[in-house]
């Protein structure tokens, strides 16, 4: 049975206690203040996505579907967005022509290759955290773990240009390589790769945290009762385990994308910076040729943010990764669902 | 948590029985830990090394070079106040409201349908990238209501937006979804038996939130502020964006302002000393430790490696003292139980 323990309203023209002021608050007016406060975020937040999509709409209105294409003939992304900064003052003669399909596939090509290295990686330490690591090994770990989700981006990105490009352009970049995209590209070692082996490292211990908590939460019943069955310990994870907290891995992913989409520090300084589209029917090349996801682009395009038809480009840059921010908060509160049946907590 | 674990019957060679499989994919996860614990060790050492080699205490109290001659030069007293500055703003603005919002949330959360917009609101601040919260930021703050937060070039144009309190209020929202987490997380976590007690001493809500709720939820609300005050901390996007990421905080005083005025209705603060230039200063560019760290890598333009490397090392520590604070906090919240009716 459940009982309401509201106060009961103070009868209409009942003195006020004595020093009632003093003691603070009546309920309704606490109420009323906590929920103003939460109503303006709230209205705070929607004014953000509906002023940052007003502010798109004339980039997305002039291109159309386009805006997602591939840039027609020989025109760059690059060579898209000089055309709008430079474009005439007057309203009539502003330049919006713009095909970002070489941003979006590099959004999704360093993402998608962290995520899915990330998530193997993730799911192999949190087994060994929760089930294999010596106590010792453990009691480093974790700290281990919350410090690398915690380091600023910008230090990875700043390992990333000074250890990590120089070695790429070092160690893999040879003269050939160079030579057969003279003209095209400058091939240097910021590329695809360290982009994807940074975001890697970035987001796995995100996810670890996520999966580690749920592999906990499986209740122990079940761990044993496989274990009876005769299951070893590597089973009992992989055919128990892992196999309930899949919705945990899905939320992991989720979290661990958004994290990846919107990382725009590091990916300046480490992708290369250039609006080219990887063609993974290059080889090896693929790896080494230079990206930049549309969070980068913002960062590099910080400069031109007050000027018309430029800022509403940038801006259609914001809207797009808003709207992935939506979609995968909602994707994530999808897969939680499932969990809350056992009572796991993400 | 080593309980919940599966008894070790066999003892130390008990994978030795198992088929290969599974004894490769245990080898993976001895790889995986192992992994982890030595890119961990390979950062820090590696920032250590090249930190400690930079760092002096002329770097830490003298201030940078000025213009785009001095990059590089001179110390870093500047980032580091705009680093306190900035998040001195953001945490000062996130901590309140977003105890104001996980308050609401837990106790009062009517009606339904508001509480679950403000959740999801919450959540969506969350995951969205810092990036796009700074140049909506810019988008605000370069409107007449808010011209007062930042400087202008001259009265004609709009506003800069770009300033100490416009950053610092973008900087609170990355922070806030951590504090409204943590904070109702431990309301939550608060049995109803004390509520009811609480009730029954004849107390009110409001008083039973002020004197019992959130003085047991302390814990928790500090935690979700240390977790909030290092996002701030490490945040770049914003500072490169909304607040000018020069090397210098502009203007320091009124007549060395180089927009040579104040605008709008705080022009009566300049004359005051001590508040004028404090205000001025909140209201001017600066920079922050992530900001120099950026500014002075090669990507940006200062391209004194040095420099970034000292800045990336006193930001490091800081990040880790912040997440040893964090530790400490929940250390002590392990030691407070419910008892059970």
Same mark, same amino acid.
């Given at each position: 049975m459940t009982v309401s323990y509201r106060q009961p309203a103070r009868p209409q023209g009942a003195p006020?206690?004595?020093?009632?002021?003093?003691?603070?608050?009546s309920d309704q007016r606490a109420e009323r203040v906590l929920g103003a406060l939460a109503v303006t975020v709230l209205v705070f937040i929607v004014g953000m996505v509906i002023f940052v999509f007003a502010?798109?709409?004339?980039?997305?209105?002039?291109?159309?579907?386009?805006w997602f294409a591939d840039p027609p003939g020989d025109l760059t992304v690059d060579q898209q967005i000089f055309d709008i900064f430079n474009s005439p003052a007057r309203e009539e003669f502003w330049e919006y022509g713009l095909n970002t399909w070489p941003l979006l596939w590099g959004t999704f090509l360093s993402t998608a290759g962290a995520v899915v290295f990330g998530v193997v990686f993730a799911v192999l330490a949190a087994v060994f955290i929760v089930e294999f690591a010596p106590p010792a090994v453990n009691k480093v770990l974790e700290p281990v773990v919350r410090l690398l989700a915690a380091v600023p981006s910008v230090i990875y990105g700043l390992i990333g240009i000074l250890v990590l490009v120089p070695l790429v352009d070092r160690v893999l970049v040879t003269?050939?390589?160079?030579?057969?995209?003279?003209?095209?590209?400058?091939?240097?070692?910021?590329s695809l790769l360290v982009a994807v082996v940074i975001l890697t490292v970035m987001i796995s211990p995100i996810m670890i945290a996520i999966i580690v908590d749920a592999l906990r939460g499986i209740p122990r019943a079940w761990t044993e009762g496989a274990a009876a069955l005769g299951a070893n310990r590597w089973r009992v994870m992989w055919t128990v385990s892992l196999r309930a907290s899949r919705p945990a891995i899905i939320a992991a992913v989720v979290l661990a994308s958004a994290r990846a989409i919107g990382e725009a520090i590091m990916l300046s300084m480490v992708a290369g910076s250039s609006g080219f589209a990887p063609n993974p029917l290059d080889g090896f090349l693929f790896f080494l040729e230079p990206i930049r996801p549309y969070a980068a682009t913002i960062v590099d395009n910080r400069e031109g943010l007050t000027v018309a038809p430029f800022g509403d480009t940038i801006y259609a840059f914001a809207a797009v990764l808003l709207v992935s921010a939506l979609f995968l908060s909602l994707a994530?509160?999808?897969?939680?669902?499932?969990?809350?049946?056992?009572?796991v907590q993400v | 948590m080593a309980a919940a674990r599966l008894g070790r019957t066999s003892g130390r060679g008990e994978s030795a029985s198992w088929p290969l499989?599974?004894?490769?994919?245990?080898?993976?996860?001895? /790889?995986?830990?192992?992994a982890l614990c030595l890119t /961990?060790?390979?950062?820090?050492?590696?920032?250590?090394?090249?930190?400690?080699?930079?760092?002096s205490i002329s770097l830490l109290f003298e201030r940078p070079g000025e213009g785009s001659a001095g990059a590089g030069q001179g110390g870093l007293l500047d980032p580091i106040v705009g680093t306190v500055i900035v998040a001195a703003i953001g945490t000062a603005i996130a901590l309140p409201l977003g105890l104001a919002i996980a308050v609401w949330l837990s106790e009062y959360a009517r009606p339904f349908w508001l509480a679950r917009s403000v959740e999801s609101g919450v959540e969506m601040v969350a995951g969205t990238p810092s990036v796009v919260l700074a140049i909506f930021g810019l988008l605000v703050f370069t409107t007449e209501p808010f011209a007062f937060l930042s400087l202008k070039v001259n009265p004609e144009v709009e506003p800069l937006g770009r300033s100490f309190v416009t950053s610092g209020t973008m900087m609170s929202l990355i922070a806030l979804p951590l504090v409204v987490g943590a904070s109702r997380e431990a309301l939550q976590a608060i049995p109803r038996t004390v509520r009811e007690a609480s009730y029954a001493l004849g107390k009110t809500k /409001? /008083?039973?939130?002020?004197?019992?709720?959130v003085p047991a939820s302390r814990r928790g609300i500090a935690t979700g502020g240390v977790l909030g005050l290092g996002r701030i901390v490490g945040d770049t996007a914003i500072i490169v964006i909304?607040?000018?990421?020069?090397?210098r905080l502009t203007p320091t005083l009124k007549g060395e302002s180089p927009y040579g005025f104040l605008s709008g209705p705080m022009d009566f603060l300049s004359g005051v000393p001590l508040i004028g230039p404090l205000v001025e200063t909140l209201r001017g560019n600066g920079g922050t430790l992530t900001s120099s760290v950026f500014e002075n890598s090669p990507a940006g333009e200062g391209n004194a490696a040095g420099k970034a490397y000292a800045a990336a090392f006193i930001l490091l520590l800081l990040v880790v003292l912040l997440n040893y604070a964090v530790d400490l906090i929940a250390r002590g919240r392990k030691e407070r139980t419910w008892t059970p009716t």
């Open positions: 006020a206690t004595p020093g009632a002021r003093r003691r603070g608050w502010n798109a709409w004339p980039s997305f209105r002039e291109n159309g579907l386009a003269d050939a390589i160079k030579d057969s995209v003279a003209g095209v590209l400058t091939i240097d070692g910021s994530g509160w999808a897969a939680k669902q499932p969990l809350k049946r056992y009572g | 499989v599974d004894r490769i994919a245990l080898g993976l996860c001895w /790889a995986a830990g192992l /961990a060790a390979a950062i820090i050492l590696y920032m250590m090394f090249q930190g400690l080699q930079q760092l /409001a /008083a039973t939130i002020r004197r019992v709720l909304l607040l000018g990421a020069t090397t």
